[in-house]
Each structure stands twice: as structure tokens, then as C-alpha cells.
């Protein structure tokens, strides 16, 4: 979610919140119908499609529509954000609201309050991302395209605001079950959207979904990590106040790979409802957080069986909560719904230590400061009161604080056995210098830092940070694409010998640059999008990983299509995800080698870099990341809508790139 200088509602516009079923819409009377026949999902019929609230249509426990709703529509102006918004022809009728045309942060269950009060038996919210509207009527999510469709195609009186074709809203549809040869288990009897598992590329396996509960519908912005063992985790979001979902492969329990190449995934439900809270999770579809995640895993635990303790975050933007497991993810710690020390927070990250119990977390203070905190646990990642401090210094905060402030990546910890060991770094993007941050705008966040401790003691309760800048376009300067470097989001890699990685986007081109003296210079940045077939095209979310001396891996959304990603053509714009990989890395002149990992298309249409308060589509959310497994093969793990609502999906790299070196010289020693 986004990511402070821009308002960050994430208590009032919940733009990221559970969905549920896979409803669908038929225009009635004649009227015209959408041509995107390619929408429709077997065994559904219709081409419109639609997803419901989970808190709506309570009476008084929320529950879908059983049967369907026919009605014309009558479109709102403004957005519905108050009651007269809401033509007197409301009555009787389905509202039609633009969340576009709302001219201030609303709660989206206000809108549908006064569809009821105003008469209105259902609410369409255009949005490219779910909601949550507690309501004693239906609300439904449509995205911008179909909802387009219905104001511009089907169309509506100018005087009345009813449209000209009455409109069928249908109940979910039936036989959904769970299926396919992936051998995922402890699935639920059925899911948000069909199982799919695609061809694969010449590089990457089969592209599989991850089995979710349709009570929980999306799955975006997944975080993974790879531990020491091989076991995967993957978690994703659903939206505050849904909470997170996530999966493990651990292959002694869960099974060996599929024969072509695709894992049997257990899903292990949500994380953030803890052992005591989860019927009250699994009967609400509520849970203490889902508006941002994260998880990080510890090296194996000798007194537990050498079981690595996985942490997690999860953030509801009043507070940050924070639990772990101890046996692979079957079971969690009960919550810790308070784990940030200063309340009201954003876009927390995590990153572990290599013993069995310490985790770094950061989080940016959702008020004015634009500060970028870092606490410390000891005791797995349930609690963060072990030691604290900032990561913007004195000398860079005019640059990087208010007005503008700055957009944090995740934290990453030193695990080499290099004297860097522990060593904390922190990435970031924010203004150059204090002018540009006077300019309060997001295409004047035109460099990249890093925030660097060291010789930090796990036994002293304090470190401190000294910035250095990364890159930057030049005072005064947008950057080459006139949009600055706030793209959601800088990455951060640490490989096993103290060398640093880092990557942000322009919304054309993907930046590379390297530091070989632990963090304080950098080489000249690279773009790695040049010379390759992305070259010239929108290129947005860039993730890094590195593990064996110089071996990186950074993987992208890649558009088949020149321009901003916000504003893009909605229709006939195609996304990729694309992985660069290189073996020598922190050498002079680094070479990469571009693969598709994705072997369909994960998304049509923009893709908004304006976080939640962004009037582009966030269907895919703000993220995707990607992990190095022991065998040096890669992880990647991306949010897709490319048949429905977004859910995650999951690939890895067939086998290792050849010429990995795993012995070399320690970084800082040159």
C-alpha cells in the first residue's frame, strides 16, 4: 500500500480489503454486450464480472446474494460520497458509483449506506481493487473497464441518471471446487477463482495459483522466503481488515515436486488470526491486519528440532501485528496487534537475523515526520521492543522528510560470514536535496539511498544509521521518464559475501547499481531494460535477490507496450513478468540474462504506481517479490488477474544458471 507522502488511507479508503465470491452481470432488454468475451471463467456464461463484499448484505450475518438482483442502474455522480449524490430515481434501482469521481477520501461504506437511504437495492463500486463495505445491502466491486462499459456503452439518462438497459446481477456461480494436477492441499472445498496451471516457459515452470478460500477472493502483493532447508513461504494480502493468507512447500511433509516441475503448496490459512482468534477469522473472514505484509525466516533452531522460526507481519495501519511459528507455519503465536512503538503506521518490512530468534522490522510513520523506524525482536518476531532506531539521518532528513518524504524498500540483514555479518541496510527513494523536496510532488522523488548500520551488537539495545545516496537524476531533474523514481518500490539484495544490490524503476526502465564497500559508494547505475526486448517500454515493481558471490536475480511487471503504466491503454496494453539474472554482479561490467517467467498474461490494462490513493487500476496491488532457494534456483511469486479476480501464483527457474561462484573475496576488502 502506499506509502506516505501521498495520504495513506488505509483506515479510510480500504483499497485492498476481502472479496469474496465471483459474481457476474447480464445486460437485459437487447442492450449491447461487452466484446472481452475472453472474461468469462468456465462454467461461467456471463462477461461481466463482479466480486462481493464479505461485510455486505448483512441480515444480520453477511452472506452473498442467493438469488438475482434485476434492476436498471442508476449512476451517481461525485462518487455517492454523500447522500445527494444519489438521483431521486434511486428507488427500486441498483446504484452505479465511480470510486474516481469520489473529490475526497471516503469510507466506502458510506457510499453504500446512502445507496439504501436513497432506496437502492445494490451497490456496483467501480474500483480496480476490492472493498470492504460493511452495508445491510449488496455491494459489489466492478473494475473500471466493465464499469466504463456500463456508464459509457450501455449507457444512462443525462436527466435521470437511469440507465437504458436494466441489468441482472447474478449469484455466484456454482461448482468451483478446487482442482487441477498441482496437488495442492488443505485446500478449502473451493476457491475465489479456478485452479490454473499453464504451459511454462523455456526457463520457468508451469505458472500454478495458489488455492484460496472464496471467502477471501484476492491475493495480492505476495512477500516469500526460501529458508536454509528449501522450505518456500509465500504470503499474500487480502485487505484490512481480512488479513493475510499463506502457503508453505516443505517438501518432507508436502511432497516432492510434480512431475512438471509445479509444487504441492499447503495452504496454512492466515497467519495474523494466531491459535486462539482463528475460528473467530475463519467464521468473519475479519483478522487484525492485510493491509500490508511481510516474512522473514530465522536459520534452524537446535533446541526445536532445527526447525527455522518464521516470522510474519501484518499491518492495519492503526498498529502493526506481528506473529510467529515454530513448526513450519502449522500453528502461529497469538498476536502481538501492537508490535510498532509508534502508532498509525505504513508499509512495515521484515528481514531475520541468522540465529534462530532475532528480526529486524521497519515501518514508516503514517503521520507527518516521514520518518523510517526500525525496531528489533528477540523473540522471533512476536514482540519488537529489543532495541530501535531511525534510518533517515539528520543530514539527509531535509531531503528525505516532509513535504515530499520518501518511499522505503525492505530491510535487509548481512548474513555473510564476512566482518559485515549484522551489518543493517535500508533502501529508499526520496527528493535529492531540500529544493526538490519543497516541490511536494512524487515526480521530484528523483534519488535513491541507503541507510547503513554497523558493527551492531545484538546484545546493545541500539545502532545507528549513516545515509548514502545511491543515485540520483540530478537536482531539479523528474528523471529521463518525467515521473521520478517513486514506483513502488526500491529493493534491497545483501549476498552471501557482504555484496550489496540494489533496484528501483522509473516506469520505463529498471535500474541496477552494486556496491562492493558495504553500502557507503556505488557503482554507476545500469538499466538493465536496455538492449532488451522490455527496452523502451513500461517496466514497473522490480524485485531483487542474490545469494552466491555476484549471482542476482531481479524480476519486473514488463508492459508490451511504450508509456506511463497509469495511464497506459487500459485495453490493449499485455503484462509479463520478466527475470534478469547475472552470475557476476558486482563485476565492473555486470552481464544479465532476460527470461519471461510468466507463460501467459498476468494482467491487461494500467497499472497504478500511485498507491492506494492512485485513480489508476491497483487490481495487482503495489508488489511482488522473489527468493533464491538453496540450490541457487529462483523463486517467484506475482499477483495475477488475468481470469478473474487477482490471486497469487507461483514459478520457479527449471534449473540453476551456469557459472554460480560460491567462494570469493569478501565485500568491504578490496
Not at 443525462?158 to 446481477?169: D, H, K, R, V
Not at 485513480?615 to 538453496?630: H, V
Request: aromatic share 8%; hydrophobic share 35%; net charge negative.
Amino acid at each position: 500500500m502506499r506509502k506516505l507522502m501521498f495520504l495513506c488511507a488505509s483506515m479510510l479508503l480500504v483499497g485492498i480489503a476481502p472479496l469474496a465470491a465471483q459474481n457476474t452481470v447480464d445486460v437485459l432488454g437487447g442492450g449491447p454486450q461487452p466484446s472481452n468475451m475472453t472474461a468469462c471463467i468456465s462454467p461461467v456464461t456471463h462477461c461481466i464480472l463482479v466480486t462481493w463484499s464479505t461485510t455486505s448484505n448483512a441480515s444480520p450475518t453477511p452472506a452473498n446474494i442467493s438469488t438475482k438482483i434485476t434492476a436498471n442502474f442508476v449512476f451517481v455522480p461525485n462518487g455517492g460520497g454523500v447522500l445527494t449524490d444519489f438521483p431521486a430515481a434511486t428507488s427500486g434501482r441498483i446504484c452505479l458509483a465511480d470510486s474516481r469521481d469520489l473529490p475526497r477520501p471516503t469510507l466506502f461504506a458510506q457510499i453504500a449506506d446512502n445507496c439504501k437511504l436513497a432506496g437502492g437495492v445494490a451497490l456496483l463500486l467501480i474500483r480496480d481493487s476490492a472493498v470492504n463495505a460493511p452495508s445491510t445491502i449488496p455491494v459489489f466491486t466492478i473494475s473500471t473497464a466493465d464499469g466504463d462499459f456500463l456508464k459509457n456503452t450501455v449507457g444512462f439518462s443525462a436527466t435521470t441518471g437511469i440507465s437504458n438497459f436494466p441489468i441482472e446481477i447474478n449469484p455466484e456461480a456454482p461448482n468451483r471446487s478446487l482442482g487441477g494436477p498441482t496437488g495442492q492441499h488443505n485446500c478449502p472445498s473451493n476457491q475465489a477463482v479456478p485452479a490454473f496451471v499453464g504451459s511454462g516457459t523455456s526457463n520457468y515452470t508451469p505458472n500454478e495459483s495458489l488455492c484460496l478460500p472464496a471467502g477471501a477472493g484476492q491475493a495480492v502483493e505476495p512477500s516469500m522466503i526460501v529458508d536454509s532447508q528449501g522450505t518456500i513461504y509465500v504470503e499474500s494480502i487480502r485487505g484490512v481488515p481480512g488479513g493475510l493468507d499463506l502457503w508453505r512447500w516443505y517438501q518432507a511433509k508436502d511432497g516432492k515436486p510434480n512431475n512438471n516441475g509445479t509444487l504441492p503448496f499447503k495452504y496454512e490459512a492466515q497467519p495474523d488470526c494466531g491459535i486462539f482468534v482463528t475460528t473467530f477469522c475463519t467464521t468473519s473472514g475479519l483478522a487484525p491486519g492485510g493491509g500490508d505484509g511481510d516474512v522473514a525466516v530465522n536459520t534452524p533452531d537446535s533446541s526445536n528440532m532445527n526447525i527455522p522460526n518464521l516470522a510474519v507481519v501484518s499491518l492495519t495501519a492503526a498498529e502493526v501485528t506481528a506473529s510467529h511459528s515454530t513448526d513450519r507455519a502449522d500453528t502461529f503465536s497469538t498476536p502481538d496487534v501492537a508490535a510498532a512503538g509508534v502508532p498509525f503506521d505504513d508499509r512495515m518490512w521484515i528481514d531475520a537475523v541468522d540465529d534462530p530468534n532475532h528480526v529486524y522490522m521497519e515501518y514508516h510513520d503514517f503521520g507527518t515526520t516521514s520518518q523510517i523506524f526500525v525496531q528489533r525482536s528477540n523473540d522471533g518476531g512476536q514482540t519488537y521492543d529489543n532495541a530501535a532506531n531511525q534510518a533517515v539521518d539528520a543530514a539527509t532528513e531535509p531531503s528525505a522528510g516532509p513535504p515530499t518524504g520518501n518511499i522505503a524498500g525492505q530491510i535487509k540483514v548481512d548474513r555473510s560470514s564476512c566482518p559485515s555479518h549484522g551489518n543493517l541496510y535500508q533502501i529508499f527513494v526520496a527528493p535529492d536535496n531540500p529544493t526538490d523536496n519543497a516541490q511536494n510532488s512524487s515526480k521530484f522523488i528523483n534519488a535513491a539511498y541507503v541507510a547503513v548500520a554497523s558493527n551492531v551488537s545484538l546484545t546493545i539495545p541500539t545502532y545507528t544509521f549513516k545515509d548514502y545516496k545511491i543515485f540520483s537524476c540530478g537536482a531539479g531533474s523528474t528523471c529521463s521518464s518525467g515521473l521520478g523514481l517513486g514506483n513502488l518500490f526500491p529493493a534491497l539484495a545483501v549476498d552471501n559475501f557482504g555484496y550489496l544490490y540494489s533496484v528501483w524503476s522509473d516506469n520505463t526502465d529498471i535500474y541496477y547499481s552494486y556496491s562492493t564497500t558495504l553500502g557507503t559508494t556505488w557503482s554507476p547505475a545500469l538499466k538493465i531494460t536496455q538492449g532488451t526486448t522490455q527496452a523502451g517500454k513500461s517496466n514497473v515493481f522490480p524485485w531483487v535477490a542474490a545469494d552466491a558471490s555476484g549471482h542476482v536475480a531481479i524480476a519486473w511487471y514488463g508492459a508490451d507496450a511504450a508509456g506511463n503504466s497509469n495511464t497506459i491503454s487500459a485495453t490493449n496494453t499485455h503484462w509479463n513478468v520478466f527475470v534478469a539474472e547475472s552470475v557476476n554482479g558486482h563485476a565492473a561490467a555486470p552481464v544479465f540474462t532476460l527470461s519471461q517467467a510468466s507463460d501467459h498474461s498476468n494482467h491487461t490494462g494500467q497499472i497504478s504506481t500511485g498507491g492506494l490513493t492512485g485513480s489508476s487500476d491497483r487490481s495487482l496491488a503495489d508488489f511482488f517479490q522473489i527468493a533464491i532457494d538453496p540450490n541457487h534456483r529462483i523463486n517467484v511469486a506475482y499477483a495475477d488477474n488475468h481470469a478473474g479476480t487477482s490471486v497469487t501464483y507461483f514459478t520457479r527457474q527449471k534449473k540453476a544458471i551456469r557459472g554460480i561462484v560460491t567462494k570469493g573475496q569478501c565485500a568491504g576488502q578490496h
